[in-house]
């Protein structure tokens, strides 16, 4: 190599002691189109010395430039690309096609580097080396003056979805905008209100030129207003060794070694957690326990061993244990399931086939099993859900799989190994989707869990209060009712039941609103905008407020609650003399203008305004919010509940 550790020449024992040591540090560089990935890595190697002679010379030789246009020692800068891509048909459409991985090491750490492709026709790929790395750099033009491009919304979004904890925005060609701070500052900006929606723990930027190594390796001295550290220094003291889960205990089953009759061994790689001679175990699905008698290893047996060491394991008792088992520990279970909700990357050209059978792999088991629903699909762009009858190529969506034999998984949150799995066709035997198992799964009846449905247990039944609704009215000088405002997204829902909240509260009357934002941040963040999704919106929403008004409080829901069919079942929860509904009234083309300027202030936003608005039959109060201020809209509100003898 260009450059080697000193240690080298004076005792290559110590080097190599001291390398094998070292932390291991994986990351993929990724985002849009010509954004400069490739180039980022070239110069890394270049400036860090860790480019092999043979392939300096071999670029050289290659180079067009003029003697001026090369460094020193002859390398031209133009040519960094080539470092990492090394297809012929890359190096002459100037593209990255397939994943690079290319390894290197300083005095701190070792790396491992994927480089992946920012065409969206490979985004696939580009999930492919995300799907073991720690860290996402994600590279954004800085040429670029119209906010984030998709393709790199669409790499932050797959980052996020495969629970990589650091991500670093590195805005590339600074010096093609005369290494602007105000720039830098701009894409900063948008990048940061656009990440609100994603889940990226640790979150950095650094401005560089890749082509001329400015903050790579070396500080600038054209950005003195950036006071952060070097793409090097960062990488090479980010904080990864918390990031492993080292609290369950998680072994995969690969291999049974049977040499002779008087071993019997279990190899494998330790997904999460530790492990210690003597420790009590249990075997997965078949439930058998025992004890831990050794644990071996190539260089002989250890006492105790933890993720990610490769190990085998051998049991006081002789008990049942095959490829695909999970060895676990008792008092530390992971799920036992045939069915789960799953967020799916689909990576095929064919697209989605519900109710085909597809086959299913996560960690050393292979089983069968269908894709029963699309829940929905993800719009990268918003990072809202919509409806969609399939996916297709690089489509990302929450699906319900079921499968014919039960998976031992985590959710893909607390484990990435146990709670990841890929979907293989069974004809072609290829792969043609990554999934990530989610915690919470949703019901598959589309109409939602409403009143009529049996509860979870015969046994339970409804406590009745020793304060009576009469002695609440009198408490609160007010009837409890629920207060339905619904209609089209832009519609003033949200600003109406917050001004009717204010002037009960003025009043002197106890109400409270339930937005709907606010719902599918918590208590309903795991439902979809399907129809289904909306119909359990709906009914958990409507007990909530059925709760509330046992309290004696009058509960106002600003819901667009679009079907027909929702609004009555939920009148049957609360009681028809309980639900007043009041439909708040706009075009169509209205709605859109404002919900596109008080986003932040409705409900929910783009997935519903695609779904079919069921304009309300029986609404006891229409409110024209076209022609009628938020205030007189409140003040009408008002007025109908003093009429009615409400408060």
């Given at each position: 190599m260009a450059n080697a550790s000193d240690l080298i020449e004076k005792d290559i024992n110590a080097y190599l002691a001291q390398h094998e040591k070292k932390e291991i540090l994986r990351f993929l560089t990724c985002g849009s189109v010509d954004d400069g990935k490739s180039t980022l890595i070239g110069r890394l190697l270049y400036d860090s010395k860790m480019i092999y002679e043979d392939q300096l010379d071999q670029i050289n030789k290659t180079s067009k430039l003029s003697s001026d246009a090369k460094s020193e020692d002859g390398f031209d800068p133009a040519k960094l690309a080539d470092l990492t891509d090394g297809l012929e048909e890359e190096k002459e459409q100037g593209i990255t096609i397939d994943v690079a991985y290319r390894f290197f090491s300083t005095a701190k750490r070792k790396f491992i580097i994927a480089d992946t492709p920012g065409h969206i026709q490979y985004t696939r790929n580009m999930a492919t080396g995300a799907s073991t790395a720690d860290l996402a750099i994600i590279l954004i033009d800085a040429r670029h003056d119209h906010g984030v491009m998709e393709q790199t919304k669409r790499h932050s979004f797959i980052?996020?979805?495969?629970?990589?904890?650091?991500?670093?925005?590195?805005?590339?060609?600074?010096?093609?905008?005369?290494?602007?701070?105000?720039?830098?500052?701009?894409?900063?900006?948008d990048y940061l209100q656009f990440s609100t929606r994603l889940d990226i723990p640790d979150l950095h930027f650094i401005p560089i030129s890749a082509l001329l190594g400015d903050n790579i390796v070396n500080r600038s001295a054209h950005m003195p207003w950036f006071n952060g550290s070097t793409l090097m220094d960062f990488i090479e003291t980010v904080n990864i060794?918390?990031?492993?889960?080292?609290?369950?205990?998680?072994?995969?089953?690969?291999?049974?070694?049977?040499?002779?009759?008087?071993?019997?061994?279990?190899?494998?790689?330790?997904?999460?957690?530790?492990?210690?001679?003597?420790?009590?175990?249990?075997?997965?699905?078949?439930?058998?326990?025992?004890?831990?008698?050794?644990?071996?290893?190539?260089?002989?047996?250890?006492?105790?061993?933890?993720?990610?060491?490769?190990?085998?394991?051998?049991?006081?008792?002789?008990?049942?244990?095959?490829?695909?088992?999970?060895?676990?520990?008792?008092?530390?279970?992971?799920?036992?399931?045939?069915?789960?909700?799953?967020?799916?990357?689909?990576?095929?050209?064919?697209?989605?086939?519900?109710?085909?059978?597809?086959?299913?792999?996560?960690?050393?088991?292979?089983?069968?099993?269908?894709?029963?629903?699309?829940?929905?699909?993800?719009?990268?762009?918003?990072?809202?859900?919509?409806?969609?009858?399939?996916?297709?190529?690089?489509?990302?969506?929450?699906?319900?799989?079921?499968?014919?034999?039960?998976?031992?998984?985590?959710?893909?949150?607390?484990?990435?190994?146990?709670?990841?799995?890929?979907?293989?066709?069974?004809?072609?035997?290829?792969?043609?989707?990554?999934?990530?198992?989610?915690?919470?799964?949703?019901?598959?009846?589309?109409?939602?869990?409403?009143?009529?449905?049996?509860?979870?247990?015969?046994?339970?039944?409804?406590?009745?209060?020793?304060?009576?609704?009469?002695?609440?009215?009198?408490?609160?000088?007010?009837?409890a009712v629920t207060i339905l405002f619904t209609g089209l997204p832009g519609s003033g829902k949200s600003t109406t039941a917050y001004g009717v909240e204010r002037s009960l509260f003025d009043l002197g009357r106890s109400a409270k609103v339930l937005d709907g934002q606010n719902v599918r941040m918590g208590l309903n963040r795991d439902l979809s905008f399907s129809a289904g999704g909306r119909s359990e919106n709906m009914r958990r929403v409507a007990e909530v407020s059925r709760l509330f008004n046992r309290a004696g409080l009058i509960s106002l829901v600003s819901l667009i609650a679009p079907r027909e069919i929702d609004r009555g079942r939920a009148a049957e929860v609360l009681g028809a003399e309980k639900l007043i509904v009041v439909h708040l009234s706009a075009p169509p083309e209205l709605c859109e203008s404002r919900n596109e300027s008080a986003k932040k202030r409705e409900t929910e936003t783009d997935p519903e305004s695609t779904f079919e608005y069921e304009v309300p039959s029986n609404a006891d109060l229409v409110l024209d919010t076209e022609n009628t201020s938020p205030a007189d809209c409140v003040a009408k509100v008002i007025e109908f509940l003093e009429g009615k003898q409400i408060i």
């Open positions: 980052a996020s979805l495969l629970g990589i904890k650091h991500v670093l925005i590195a805005v590339n060609k600074m010096d093609l905008v005369e290494y602007s701070e105000q720039r830098f500052e701009e894409i900063k900006r060794s918390s990031d492993r889960n080292f609290t369950d205990f998680r072994f995969p089953v690969q291999l049974v070694i049977r040499p002779d009759i008087n071993f019997r061994g279990f190899a494998g790689t330790i997904a999460s957690g530790i492990v210690r001679v003597g420790d009590e175990i249990m075997t997965l699905p078949s439930r058998k326990r025992s004890k831990i008698k050794e644990i071996v290893t190539y260089d002989g047996n250890l006492e105790e061993a933890c993720v990610p060491m490769s190990v085998t394991l051998t049991m006081e008792d002789e008990i049942d244990c095959s490829r695909g088992d999970m060895i676990v520990k008792p008092q530390n279970l992971p799920k036992l399931e045939q069915k789960f909700d799953a967020m799916l990357v689909w990576m095929a050209d064919d697209k989605m086939v519900p109710g085909k059978q597809y086959l299913f792999k996560q960690t050393s088991k292979t089983v069968p099993g269908v894709i029963k629903t699309l829940q929905y699909e993800v719009d990268v762009n918003t990072m809202h859900s919509q409806d969609s009858p399939s996916l297709g190529l690089n489509q990302i969506g929450r699906v319900n799989i079921s499968l014919n034999q039960p998976f031992a998984f985590d959710r893909y949150r607390s484990n990435r190994c146990t709670g990841a799995f890929i979907v293989i066709d069974r004809i072609t035997n290829s792969t043609v989707a990554a999934g990530m198992i989610l915690d919470r799964r949703t019901r598959e009846n589309t109409g939602g869990a409403w009143w009529d449905e049996s509860p979870a247990s015969a046994t339970l039944t409804r406590e009745i209060s020793k304060v009576t609704d009469e002695e609440r009215e009198a408490r609160y000088e007010q009837k």
